[in-house]
DNA sequence: AAAATATACTTGCATGAACAAGTATATTAA
DNA sequence: TTAATATACTTGTTCATGCAAGTATATTTT
């Protein structure tokens, strides 16, 4: 336990807080502004159907770190979007699974590059090995966590 | 502009995104496990409260990072919760000037422990010198995306 | 003094999150 | 084979956020 005054400015959770919230922010505001009408949140699960088209709900649940509520409510949004849709499995008939839609497909060179684009714009004036230093102690911070 | 090709789990935002909600959910639950019934982000409020009692909700707002609708709600919340109380200006009506309750008052150490002790959690195994590397790298983050 | 503008705050709407409870379907155990 | 349990997903509730629009009050301009 520390014995230090508490100061909510100076302190690691109030930093990350802040960092992570205008990251989302700038993420959404340059998809905005280039008409991708898609926030931070869904563009975690299409970046993983880029990755592998026609998941389950529970799979994309889970590499992306949330519960299936969230997830269900995601996909809702981004069938709304025309960006996928569910197919039901062949025999189990519990399980959906996601796959991307022609619209879904075509916008991912865009937004892959303004998610690039933000990176960069979040990480000017850090040097790499700062970042690769910084991403690390993240990691760290999110196993002692979870 | 990156070359490299896009990976979501290695990125950035990504890691901050996980490594900030994490943390959120951490305190929430330490708060709840020792039955203060306050948020994240309304604790936010509260600390600031407790540097100085009866401060205008745009004030907070301004040092919060947030805007006034934000902290409305939340201030909306802290009352329903009697934790704070709205008071209004002595000569322009259109201020609020907020104050903590008994309530309030009584609860700051023991809030303000579990928020040292949340950043303990968060912080195993890092040494001092790793963690205000990288409290500096998150403010040239914030300071970039302001 | 009246009109225009600025300030402080609130409200509405869409999105998202955590948690708990509910539904349908599969699998396992008795 | 029936009952119990597990799995995959959905829905309801409360809280929070961003953005835009609205209300009341002050201040500035004309």
Redesign the interface.
Known sequence: ??F?K?Q?D??????????????????NQNFKENDFNVT?EQW?IL??LY?QDGQTQNHLAQIN?RDQASVSRLIDNLIKRGLVMRRPHQTDRRINLIYLTEEGKRIQLGL??L????????????SKQ??E???A??????E???
Chains 1, 2 share one sequence.
């Open positions: 336990m520390s230090n508490y909510l100076e302190s690691l959770g109030y930093k990350l807080f802040h960092a992570s919230r205008l990251m989302s922010n700038r993420l931070y975690q970046s993983r990755e770190e892959e590059n998610a690039l684009k933000t990176i960069d714009e979040a990480s000017f004036g850090i700062d970042l230093r910084t991403l102690i993240l990691d760290q911070i999110r002692n966590l979870k």
